[in-house]
């Protein structure tokens, strides 16, 4: 079977749209379902970033640690985080739940088998940043920062300052300026059959 592999930016997503509910299995706490509005956002949430990752990316392993720095700045402010892996494991079972349950990541980190929560989101690639303000309406989405793998020519130090840009105007009652620049990464790797219309249309 012959897998597209390419790099893909963010299709993104209208300002202000809602954040689709979602109820996932997240791996590490034994396929505990996880809800949006249940249990990542509580009452006194401020903010809230959705992640679209994946376990061998080498655009997600490149900001691994500086993801996890950016929750523990965050999380105290009120900011709640969730990432979730959409790739087939029919192409991909590296990117499977066994493997996301030794990622070590300090949010839940949710499995997409079916991939349908990834389409809600306009998943295109990996990584992907989507921010929500207080009342989960879009704020921001796209790159965490200019930062890419080595592999890919000169780039600048990860620093997340994109999504800590978003982060710091919605704690300050701000609107995130545009244009925002789009994430790039992987493309999702979708189950063989089931791709959204976007998917190659860049």
């Not at 990432?83 to 029919?90: M, R």
């Not at 921010?131 to 600048?156: C, I, M, N, T, W």
Request: charged letters at 25%.
């Amino acid at each position: 079977m012959r897998v597209r592999m390419a790099r893909t930016e963010t299709v993104f997503l209208e300002k202000g749209w809602e954040a689709a509910e979602f109820n996932l299995p997240d791996p590490s706490q034994g396929n505990q379902m996880v809800s949006l509005r249940k249990d990542v956002v509580k009452p006194d949430t401020k903010a809230t970033v959705v992640m679209i990752l994946c376990n061998h990316c080498p655009f997600v392993v490149h900001l691994k640690e500086a993801i996890i720095d950016v929750f523990e700045e965050y999380s105290p402010k009120g900011v709640a985080f969730v990432g979730i892996s959409a790739n087939s494991i029919i192409t991909h079972p590296q990117d499977g739940p066994e493997e996301m349950a030794q990622q070590g990541y300090p949010f839940p980190y949710l499995f997409d088998e079916t991939q349908e929560v990834a389409k809600m989101y306009n998943a295109a690639c990996t990584p992907e940043f989507i921010v929500f303000d207080a009342d989960l309406k879009l704020a921001y989405h796209g790159q965490f920062d200019s930062s890419r793998p080595s592999k890919y020519g000169e780039s600048p130090p990860v620093t997340g300052e994109d999504v800590r840009r978003a982060l710091d105007c919605i704690l300050q009652g701000e609107e995130v300026p545009q244009p925002w620049r789009p994430s790039i990464g992987c493309n999702v790797k979708w189950n063989p059959g089931s791709e959204p219309a976007w998917y190659g249309a860049q």
